[in-house]
């Protein structure tokens, strides 16, 4: 399923189900277990069409506000996939969630394992935001949140949180959790409403030279630094 994938086809999950149901060969062999490595060489068919993996594509998005994050929603407006969709012929997909009015870094590709990686909890990506507050966050809120809060999915306890402004009202939060909706809901505990929310950083990457809505292709350099990152180890810092 995985090589099937990779071809641009569908999806892994849509993959088992055309081998479930005897559509896929490999070697002239029909295939209908699941779990059966595809060597290099080997042919690879379905519905007598030759299979070949896709180059891998990685690209990376300032997403605007007012797009979900999604490959498909009949229930949303807009999708980020939409910004993306003459990028190139390969069937790419984003790499995490961003809600629909959070903008900023989001990656997109094609590499499952990747993307696997970069997603799974226990990898600790490092993920930092610009949080624009209703009012001006107190100094006793700043040190219950520094100190880590519990909330109603369990403790969270950010990395780093910082005043950017004068008026105590946009923050800087790093924070390793994927957890949904992770910093408006930190913020949100204390009574505080997030008006404006951005992330700035993710994973070694910035949007810098990125205008909102625009994306760029990933230099052979930073796909090689997300390659890079081992499993349960943060990542290492690159210049922007």
């Not at 946009?170 to 505990?189: C, Y």
């Not at 997030?194 to 760029?216: C, E, H, N, P, Q």
Request: net charge positive; aromatic share 8%; proline share 4%.
């Amino acid at each position: 399923n995985r090589y099937i994938a990779n071809t641009g086809l569908c999806s892994r999950r849509e993959a088992d189900k055309y081998i479930q149901a005897g559509l896929v060969t490999v070697n002239g062999e029909v295939i209908s277990e699941l779990g059966v490595k595809v060597m290099p060489g080997d042919e690879v068919r379905y519905n007598k069409e030759r299979l070949n993996p896709e180059r891998k594509v990685y690209l990376l998005l300032n997403k605007p506000k007012d797009y979900v994050t999604s490959v498909e929603d009949p229930h949303a407006k807009r999708t980020v996939m939409e910004l993306v969709e003459h990028a190139c012929k390969e069937r790419i997909y984003p790499v995490g969630r961003l809600d629909r009015m959070t903008t900023g870094v989001l990656l997109f590709t094609n590499d499952g394992s990747l993307a696997l990686k970069l997603t799974h909890p226990a990898n600790d990506i490092r993920k930092i935001y610009q949080a624009t507050l209703n009012k001006k966050l107190s100094q006793q809120d700043f040190e219950k949140i520094t100190a880590g809060l519990s909330l109603e999915d369990g403790f969270i306890k950010p990395d780093e949180l910082a005043y950017l402004d004068e008026d105590g009202r946009t923050i800087g939060i790093e924070v390793h959790s994927g957890r949904n909706r992770i910093v408006r809901r930190i913020f949100e505990s204390l009574d505080y409403n997030v008006t404006k929310l951005d992330r700035v950083y993710f994973a070694g990457l910035t949007k810098k030279g990125i205008s909102r809505g625009k994306w760029r292709f990933l230099t052979p350099g930073e796909v090689n630094s997300l390659k890079m990152l081992k499993e349960n180890e943060k990542e290492p810092e690159t210049k922007e």
